[in-house]
Structures are given as C-alpha cells and as structure tokens.
C-alpha cells in the first residue's frame, strides 16, 4: 500500500512556492532613520554587511505549505491497497491442442487450466469443437482476470478467430506454439455474385475481357462469380444486384441504380463523381458515382484496352472486384507466431490496480489545506511586538 496520485501534472503547482519566498525575502519592515553624534567616529572605509534576513519565518513556513498541500491536492492523491494476487497462474489453452503437448509446453505449471473457448471451461471439460473467437477472448481474458496473476497462453501452430488486427494486451504473458490447428468456421460454398452483363453490337471485343475477368475471380474464388450475358434490350433481371452495361445509358439503367443496384457503365462523359482509377499521367479512368440507394462505375470511353490501359494489368481483376463486390473481409486465419499479441508499451500487469482499491484522499488534504489557511491568517494579522496599532 501506499500514497498514489492520479493527476500527476497538478505537481506543476509547486513553482508557485517561489512567489512567498521571494516576497519575504525583499520585504522589509518600515523603518525610522534617526542620526546621532556616534556617526562621525565610524570611519569611511568600513563598510555595512548585508545578510539575508527572512522576515517572520514561521508565516513563510506556513505559506509554503499551504501552497504545496494545494499541489498535493490537484495532483488527486489517493491511497492505493496492494494489488490481490491470485493463489497462481491463469493458462489458457486454445482448441486445437493437444492435452499432452500442453502440460509439456507448461513445464508442469502451477495455476487454474482452461480452454480459451466462450466461459473459459476448464481444462479437464471435453475440448471445444466449434470455432471460437480466440481475439476477442484474449482480449476479455485480459481485462478480467486480476492485474497481479500471471497468464500463460497455448495455441497450436495455426490460429484461428481473428479480427484483422493483432490484439494487445495490457499484463505481461507468455506465449506457447505447439503442433496443431484451429477449426476456423464452416465456410462451405463461398457467395455467388451473379453478374448482369447487357451490351450493344459495337462491345462484342470488351466481353472477351470482361469474361477473362470473371475467369480469375473463379479460379481466386471457386464459383463466386456466375455470368449472365444478353443485349442491351433484354431487361435486368428484378432481383440482379451487379449490372455491366455497354451500351448507351438510357433512364431504366439510372432507375435500377437508385433503387439499390451497383452497375459498371461505359461511355460516359464529365467530371461528376469521386476518381476511382488513374493512368499514369493522373488523369481519371473511372468516377464513382451515387445515385439514390446504389452507385455507378462510370468509365469515360470503352472496356478496351486503348480507353483503359489498366485493364491488361494483372491486378485488374482484384481492381474490378473491390469496385464492385467491396473490399475482402478481414484474414481470420495466420501461423501463430506472427498472431502474438503484442505488449502495450509502458503498462506492466503489476502496476495496473481496480480503481476499488485507490481511496481518494481529496476530503483530508482539502482539510488541511483550510486548517493551515486558518493558521496562515491568524499569524499574519497578529500585531508583532513593538509595533503600533
């Protein structure tokens, strides 16, 4: 246990113990000048000493620690209780381990053994099957356990359940990778985007691109994509999401737009629109466009290659479907030891306290303060000895 303070930049308030100092330093009592004969006898070459003389030193000592016990209050003193520590260690063992590689991995480590899996189950439950959420239980482990007890993690050499974004946990760990692998969910057959394709006579060479593609996205991801072509006067399908259109835009194009749809379309002209792609030179290659409830793709020339040189690049197919079916979700899947949580800098598990162990002092040194200022007044208005009233 011990004096704590949670504001530590009110200690900025101490400079201010210069101001008493110094005025008791340069005041001076008024003085009365009166000669006498004695004066002609002292001789030229003596000369007077200077000392330093502190006028009543008890009201300085008192209003320096008026001063420096208002500090102490801005700082938000607080009594801090030792931190509970729990009777050992917390080790977390994450499906897909094996029982055996795990206490080998623990060294026959004391502590309570759990399964990193929803409500932490205890070891010797049957293990998990289903995926879990290995991030966010990390995470929540972090925060609930109390800040003195040590935490051992065991994961298998390919982890699952993550979010995109290394977790960071604020109290030291340790980090065990052991032979085996997370189930990550049942992804079974990945979404079909059906594309909606309706073109003119004139785009018959943009469909071989268009189709080469749609060839990449389904070798990237087996049957995402289904293709379906016709002319230009053949109505969109009611509930087609994903519209290529190459053919001069007409008003039922725009309509199928606002209502929600997201279309790439050719041949059209202006500056509306935020630039999605540029050539080399900066100049725009396609806009995207909001309309109602959907947007539009809205390429200035042609799905060619002379209107845009971008399509032969080999990165055009990630191009395209980022334009049209949004970014890619986030890994959820990595090799252990490139998914260790990292450390925060500059919080240790043994520093960090409840806040139900911190007792806020303010009332105390509040009371002091008024006690000292009561003090502080009652000597600086007493009369001193000689003087007049």
Same mark, same amino acid.
């Given at each position: 246990?011990?004096?704590?303070?949670?504001?530590?930049?009110?200690?900025?308030?101490?400079?201010?113990?210069?101001?008493?100092?110094?005025?008791?330093?340069?005041?001076?009592?008024?003085?009365?000048?009166?000669?006498?004969?004695?004066?002609?006898?002292?001789?030229?070459?003596?000369?007077?000493?200077?000392?330093?003389?502190?006028?009543?030193?008890?009201?300085?000592?008192?209003?320096?620690?008026?001063?420096?016990?208002?500090?102490?209050?801005?700082? $938000?003193?607080?009594?801090?209780?030792?931190?509970?520590? $729990? @009777? $050992?260690?917390?080790?977390?063992?994450?499906?897909?381990?094996?029982?055996?590689?795990?206490?080998?991995?623990?060294?026959?480590?004391?502590?309570?053994?759990?399964?990193?899996?929803?409500?932490?189950?205890?070891?010797?439950?049957?293990?998990?099957? !289903?995926?879990?959420?290995? !991030?966010?239980?990390?995470?929540?482990?972090?925060?609930?356990?109390?800040?003195?007890?040590?935490?051992?993690?065991?994961?298998?050499?390919?982890?699952?359940?993550?979010?995109?974004?290394?977790?960071?946990?604020?109290?030291?760990?340790?980090?065990?990778?052991?032979?085996?692998?997370?189930? $990550?969910?049942?992804?079974?057959?990945?979404?079909?985007?059906?594309?909606?394709?309706?073109?003119?006579?004139?785009?018959?060479?943009?469909?071989?691109?268009?189709?080469?593609?749609?060839?990449?996205?389904?070798?990237?991801?087996?049957?995402?994509?289904?293709?379906?072509?016709?002319?230009?006067?053949?109505?969109? !399908?009611? @509930?087609?999401?994903?519209?290529?259109?190459?053919?001069?835009?007409?008003?039922?194009? +725009?309509?199928?737009?606002?209502?929600?749809?997201?279309?790439?379309?050719?041949?059209?002209?202006?500056?509306?629109?935020?630039?999605?792609?540029?050539?080399?030179?900066?100049?725009?290659?396609?806009?995207?466009?909001?309309?109602?409830?959907?947007?539009?793709?809205?390429?200035? +020339?042609?799905?060619?290659?002379?209107?845009?040189?971008?399509?032969?690049?080999?990165?055009?197919?990630?191009?395209?479907?980022?334009?049209? !079916?949004?970014?890619?979700?986030?890994?959820?899947?990595?090799?252990?030891?490139?998914?260790?949580?990292?450390?925060?800098?500059?919080?240790?598990?043994?520093?960090?306290?409840?806040?139900?162990?911190?007792?806020?002092?303010?009332?105390?040194?509040?009371?002091?303060?008024?006690?000292?200022?009561?003090?502080?007044?009652?000597?600086?208005?007493?009369?001193?000895?000689?003087?007049?009233?």
């Amino acid at each position: 246990m011990g004096l704590g303070f949670l504001f530590p930049l009110g200690f900025a308030a101490l400079a201010a113990l210069a101001v008493p100092l110094v005025l008791h330093l340069v005041r001076r009592l008024d003085l009365v000048r009166t000669e006498f004969a004695a004066l002609r006898w002292i001789g030229a070459r003596t000369r007077p000493q200077r000392r330093v003389h502190i006028e009543r030193p008890w009201l300085l000592l008192l209003r320096l620690s008026l001063l420096a016990v208002l500090a102490l209050l801005l700082a $938000g003193p607080v009594w801090q209780s030792p931190a509970a520590r $729990g @009777d $050992g260690g917390f080790i977390a063992v994450a499906p897909g381990v094996d029982r055996a590689a795990a206490r080998a991995a623990a060294h026959a480590e004391e502590g309570e053994w759990h399964w990193l899996a929803p409500g932490f189950p205890a070891f010797e439950e049957p293990q998990p099957a !289903a995926s879990v959420p290995l !991030a966010s239980l990390l995470r929540e482990l972090d925060a609930a356990l109390s800040p003195g007890r040590p935490l051992h993690i065991i994961v298998p050499e390919e982890v699952a359940g993550l979010d995109g974004e290394r977790p960071r946990l604020v109290r030291e760990f340790a980090w065990s990778v052991v032979p085996g692998r997370m189930a $990550g969910p049942s992804t079974g057959k990945p979404a079909s985007l059906r594309l909606e394709v309706r073109h003119d006579a004139d785009a018959e060479g943009a469909l071989v691109y268009l189709q080469a593609t749609v060839a990449a996205w389904n070798v990237q991801r087996p049957g995402c994509c289904e293709l379906a072509t016709a002319s230009s006067d053949v109505p969109v !399908a009611a @509930d087609a999401t994903h519209l290529v259109w190459l053919a001069p835009i007409s008003e039922d194009v +725009g309509r199928w737009v606002e209502r929600g749809g997201t279309a790439l379309v050719s041949g059209v002209a202006g500056d509306e629109g935020e630039p999605l792609w540029r050539d080399a030179a900066g100049r725009p290659l396609a806009r995207v466009i909001a309309r109602g409830q959907g947007c539009m793709v809205a390429l200035p +020339g042609a799905l060619e290659p002379v209107d845009l040189p971008i399509l032969l690049d080999a990165d055009f197919p990630q191009r395209l479907w980022r334009a049209l !079916a949004g970014s890619s979700p986030a890994p959820t899947r990595a090799v252990a030891a490139q998914a260790e949580p990292l450390q925060e800098t500059g919080t240790r598990h043994g520093e960090r306290r409840d806040p139900a162990d911190a007792r806020p002092l303010d009332a105390w040194f509040a009371l002091l303060a008024a006690m000292l200022l009561l003090a502080e007044r009652l000597l600086a208005t007493r009369r001193r000895r000689g003087e007049t009233a």
